[in-house]
């Protein structure tokens, strides 16, 4: 039964990566395809620069809770808590409810970036480490205005968190596991973001304001600025 359970748990977790909010708020509330907008992206960054923060905050919320949800999913096996087989578990979760949001069944495999999907991976699994993550990044955000630039410093620091901060300052065990898991996190997003790092350096990056939508509902009836 165990095995079971553990072969049906990713896919579970791929079905709730899929389910789209930026893409269900765009098209229930506001009658649009936030993928034809913008960045052309189903994620909290893009609706926040097209459709303003009262749309962008839900999806964020739900985007973070899928993935805290989808690693929670390592609780109904038999594996042993914290052990380097039970965060393996935890990361297969993660990676299956990540490469949903980013190729969701449920949306013609055109999703988003999973930033805040990935956020919600790293919260169940390193809570304290993440919550320092969070402060980097809004600091980051505060003074760049840069969604893009405050998300790849923050992933930059999450390794640096977990070794050196967690395992080596303060002296937690983290296992070998959970180590590699936070290279390879930051490594992601870096390379999920190679666009934008593109813009950056260009400076032609845009950067987000946090009032109302940037562009009148209104007028959302064909291609738009990115």
Do not use: W
């Not at 907008?37 to 609706?47: E, F, H, L, V």
């Not at 809570?127 to 980097?136: D, E, K, R």
């Amino acid at each position: 039964m165990s095995l079971i359970i553990k072969c049906f748990l990713p896919l579970i977790a791929y079905l709730a990566g899929s389910v789209s909010a930026a893409v269900f708020v765009g098209k229930r509330f506001f009658k649009i395809d936030i993928r034809n907008y913008g960045s052309k992206n189903a994620g909290t960054t893009n609706i926040l620069r097209i459709l303003g923060t009262k749309a962008a905050l839900p999806v964020f919320i739900f985007d973070l809770l899928k993935g805290v949800i989808a690693v929670l999913l390592v609780r109904l096996t038999d594996l042993e808590h914290e052990t380097n087989p039970y965060v393996s578990f935890q990361i297969l979760l993660g990676i299956c409810v990540v490469m949903g949001h980013i190729f969701p069944i449920f949306a013609g495999f055109k999703g988003g970036k999973g930033v805040a999907t990935t956020a919600g991976v790293v919260l169940a699994m390193h809570p304290y480490a993440m919550l320092m993550v969070f402060g980097i990044f809004g600091l980051c955000l505060l003074i760049s205005r840069y969604v893009s630039l405050s998300s790849i410093i923050a992933s930059l620091c999450f390794p640096l968190i977990v070794i050196v901060i967690f395992g080596v300052i303060f002296n937690e065990k983290e296992t070998l596991t959970m180590k590699i898991f936070s290279l390879v996190a930051a490594c992601v997003i870096i390379v999920t973001h190679r666009n934008n790092i593109k813009r950056l350096l260009n400076g032609t990056e845009n950067k987000i304001s946090f009032g109302k939508n940037r562009f009148p509902v209104s007028d959302l009836s064909g291609d738009m600025p990115i």
